[in-house]
């Protein structure tokens, strides 16, 4: 079983659309989360991270831990055209360790 | 502030030719140095980390090897180079914290 997993996709919404994507992950001992931005050709970029469950918000963007469930959120809402990417979920037990992946979901925001 | 450089931005080398890809890391000091390989529908794959100068761990046994020769600078190569070696290789640092990493702008790699 991998530690984290993560629907490729893809994704189409029309503009405007609220937009939800997930991971699940298996190991218990997870408590930072993170979520990565990655447009074509390039490196993923720092969207946003959290520690442990709740809720954060920043702008459009509102990421969502429910360590209970192992089930992590990345919601989008009013989606741009700009928002097409790929969104990779990160997560680590602790920050000095090695974070783990998901397979990254292809998202494309429509006119 | 940070960055991270890694060049080329793209490769096209033939089966059996050498390779060396390299990064460097400016505005911060002794960082954690990954190499990962990124496919189609398989996500990143961590090939080698560091956590020093001449410190490397590899994490699944491949064709390739890396080195750091300076605190800064993290070198991934290759004597005789696959077809299975053709990917997109990121590389990144970290110091810790919790934003994780910051990847560099990464290199497509084709082996014909």
């Known amino acids: 079983q991998k530690e984290v997993e993560q629907d490729p996709g893809p994704l189409s919404v029309p503009e405007g659309a609220i937009v939800s994507l997930n991971c699940t992950y298996s190991?218990?001992?997870?408590?930072?989360f993170m979520w990565y931005r990655q447009y074509s050709r390039k490196g993923p970029e720092l969207l946003m991270y959290?520690?442990?469950?709740g809720n954060k918000e920043d702008g459009r963007f509102t990421a969502q831990v429910d360590k209970s469930s192992k089930y992590i959120s990345l919601f989008i809402r009013d989606s741009q055209p700009s928002d097409s990417a790929t969104y990779l979920c990160?997560?680590?037990?602790?920050?000095?360790?090695?974070?783990?992946f998901g397979t990254g979901t292809s998202l494309t925001v429509i006119p | 502030s940070q960055t991270i450089h890694q060049w080329p931005a793209t490769l096209v080398q033939p089966v059996g030719s050498p390779l060396s890809l390299e990064c460097t890391v400016e505005?911060?000091?002794?960082?954690?140095l990954y190499w990962y390989r990124q496919a189609a529908g398989r996500g990143l794959q961590l090939l080698f980390y560091?956590?020093?100068?001449?410190?490397i761990s590899s994490e699944v046994p491949q064709n390739l090897s890396a080195s750091r020769p300076q605190d800064r600078q993290f070198i991934l190569s290759s004597k005789k180079l696959l077809l299975s070696d053709s990917g997109f290789y990121l590389c990144?640092?970290?110091?810790?914290?919790?934003?994780?990493?910051?990847f560099g702008s990464g290199t497509r790699l084709t082996v014909v």
């Open positions: 990144a640092w970290s110091v810790g914290g919790p934003r994780g990493y910051t």
């Open positions: 560091s956590v020093g100068i001449g410190q």
């Open positions: 505005g911060t000091s002794n960082p954690n």
């Open positions: 959290t520690y442990s469950s």
């Open positions: 990160a997560m680590t037990p602790n920050t000095g360790n090695q974070f783990y």
């Open positions: 190991n218990s001992a997870f408590q930072y």
